[in-house]
């Protein structure tokens, strides 16, 4: 078979911006790893759907791959910031495909998680998880202090939340401990976390119950609002979110729920949000995070393609992580 050509968004097997696909046993050490998490088991009062979300941002990254393939020399250049970008010669991204998962055993498929994030971890590669819905966030945390904990002796962890929401309950009466309104909350268990290294973005609505609220009072947890990012603007706010999560540790997570976006610009997930940020707030956040080395996971969750048959907001997560990976993807170069 000759090499195509034309990259076109349309061909080809559709892997995240078209990166090799790898067995997971197979990655390099300084790579981002993508793997997808389709599971939605982990919802609760709100709709399903993000079972889709992996393939769905995987397919909207292919428009991405084309754009920067086509240009000359496969360079392009922002013509607002006038810095160019060229394509790698060797892109440091894989994609290992789809952890397993049990959609009858949220345990068994946490366990999935948690270990293949941990080997990630070790094998010291970036993951980069497509979510799914938010629980995941929780066994992928515990995936990432586990492997933390086999590089380094007493690691100290830190964990930035983007979203909407807190995902900060104990519990849902009726539905238990574990699901996508608790994983903050199960991952603030871990002794290698402290409620000081929490940091929520983009936080708006009647969000705290009650409980929340008092610790938030007697913790002084950091929780910037949608309304913060307004007045102090969206650099501020992710530069105070991740200062504090760095904060004396060794490694930050990094969660983001695209549902942090208003449904105005991402109308594709579980929970309408009419406070939420705007999309170009969305992708300065990705842009200033892709410069902070200590973060070491990362989940995109919470897209519902269902819910978006114009495939925007799945197109907003996907130019949002090829933003947050753009030191994997592109060489700086100068725009002449
Ligand atoms: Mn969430």
Redesign the pocket.
């Known amino acids: 078979m000759k090499k195509a050509e034309l990259i076109a968004p349309h061909t080809g097997i559709p892997s995240f911006y078209k990166a090799p696909v790898v067995d997971i046993d197979k990655v390099q050490k300084g790579d981002a790893v993508i793997a997808g998490v389709p599971m939605d088991h982990g919802i609760v009062l709100t709709r399903t759907g993000t079972r889709y979300g992996p393939r769905a941002i995987r397919e909207a990254s292919l428009f991405y791959r084309a754009v920067q393939e086509g240009a000359s020399e496969k360079t392009s250049v922002n013509v607002q910031t006038k810095k160019a970008q060229r394509l790698k010669e060797r892109i440091k991204l894989v994609d290992v495909g789809d952890i397993p998962i049990y959609p009858q055993d949220i345990e068994k498929t946490s366990e999935s998680i948690t270990e293949d994030v941990a080997f990630l971890v070790e094998n010291e590669t970036l993951p980069v998880l497509l979510g799914g819905?938010?629980y995941i966030?929780y066994p992928a945390f515990e995936g990432l202090c586990k492997g933390v904990s086999v590089l380094k002796n007493n690691a100290k962890v830190g964990h930035i939340?983007i979203?909407?929401?807190?995902?900060f309950r104990d519990s849902y009466a009726g539905l238990g401990k574990f699901n996508?309104?608790t994983?903050?909350r199960r991952l603030s268990e871990n002794p290698m976390i402290e409620y000081k290294n929490i940091a929520w973005v983009g936080l708006n609505g009647n969000v705290l119950d009650s409980d929340i609220y008092n610790i938030y009072k007697k913790e002084g947890l950091r929780m910037i609002t949608s309304d913060d990012i307004v007045d102090k603007g969206i650099e501020s706010a992710i530069v105070e979110a991740v200062e504090a999560a760095a904060d004396g540790t060794d490694a930050v997570y990094l969660?983001i729920?695209i549902?942090?976006v208003d449904t105005a610009y991402a109308p594709g997930t579980g929970?309408p949000v009419f406070e939420g940020i705007t999309s170009k707030d969305f992708l300065i956040a990705t842009e200033i995070l892709s410069k902070y080395k200590i973060i070491k996971a990362i989940d995109l969750?919470?897209v519902s393609p269902p819910f978006d048959p114009s495939e925007r907001t799945a197109y907003l997560a996907a130019n949002g992580l090829v933003t947050l990976l753009s030191p994997y993807i592109f060489d700086v170069v100068d725009a002449e």
């Open positions: 819905d938010h966030t939340h979203d909407s929401h807190t995902d996508h309104g994983s903050v969660s729920d549902d942090v929970i969750c919470e």
